[in-house]
């Protein structure tokens, strides 16, 4: 709020469609918390990023090297989202450990040399970011994708100074098996109490995950991961673009 009394004129537009959300039904709160937020966990794919673009590149890629036969107009963004080796089981619909670890390795060539340089950054990304901060919020990235590519594109893109940890599969040593693991082991690390953090994705795994570590949930409907539609709308916080979480944060 300014010196005058009256918002900002960002703010204000944001507060006035997150009202008119509200009435139409199209935007339902029900965060777990009244308490303040200071932490937000958030996906990578789908939610700070859009990577569709050089994810079906390499898959296409993968797929025209390992099976040159195979039609590759079954590609689409819905099979966007799980593990690298559960989207190829999905695409193939095989479970032949050999055939999905060929793919995989021919996936990973392409997109940590070429693919992830097709990677595009959702509008109002930054802007909100750098609200964040200055709100003295901390922020993580927990995904399902690799570290190397990760770092990579958060590096490129010059957002990776915004967050405190990013918690990949493999950044811990065995593995982290779940994305809900991911989120325990930061809560636990940082000590954070569940009632001051959210978790922001597009996914029924990211859903599951905030589930599981007793996380209000925000569903970030312009992903393409979809869990708004796979959810009971009554259940989720919804927004449809990036800078409206500004909206739900309050202080």
Do not use: W
Not at 35 to 44: E, G, H, P, S, V
Not at 109 to 122: C, F, P
Not at 171 to 198: D, E, F, G, R, W
């Amino acid at each position: 709020m300014n010196e005058n009394g009256s918002f900002p004129p960002l703010t204000a537009y944001l507060m006035l469609k997150m009202m008119v959300g509200r009435e139409l039904g199209l935007l339902p709160i029900n965060l777990k918390t009244d308490m303040k937020i200071q932490n937000i966990f958030f996906d990578l794919d789908g939610t700070l990023i859009n990577s569709s673009r050089g994810i079906k590149y390499s898959l296409t890629k993968a797929l025209s090297s390992v099976l040159p036969d195979f039609d590759l107009d079954q590609i689409s963004d819905s099979l966007i989202g799980p593990t690298i080796g559960e989207m190829f089981k999905q695409i193939i619909g095989s479970s032949d450990l050999a055939l999905i670890d060929n793919l995989t390795q021919a996936y990973r060539k392409s997109y940590d040399n070429e693919g992830l340089e097709k990677t595009d950054i959702y509008e109002g990304v930054i802007e909100t970011l750098c609200q964040f901060a200055h709100l003295n919020i901390t922020m993580f990235v927990v995904t399902n994708k690799p570290s190397k590519p990760t770092f990579k594109i958060l590096d490129r893109l010059q957002m990776l100074h915004f967050f405190a940890d990013v918690a990949s599969p493999d950044t811990v040593n065995p593995p982290y098996t779940s994305k809900s693991a991911m989120c325990q082991h930061i809560l636990t690390k940082y000590q954070i109490n569940q009632q001051s953090a959210i978790l922001v994705g597009d996914s029924r795994d990211d859903a599951q995950a905030a589930k599981s570590c007793e996380l209000s949930f925000i569903a970030a409907t312009y992903g393409y991961g979809k869990v708004h539609e796979s959810e009971t709308s009554e259940e989720l916080c919804k927004i449809y673009s990036f800078p409206e979480l500004i909206g739900l944060i309050k202080h």
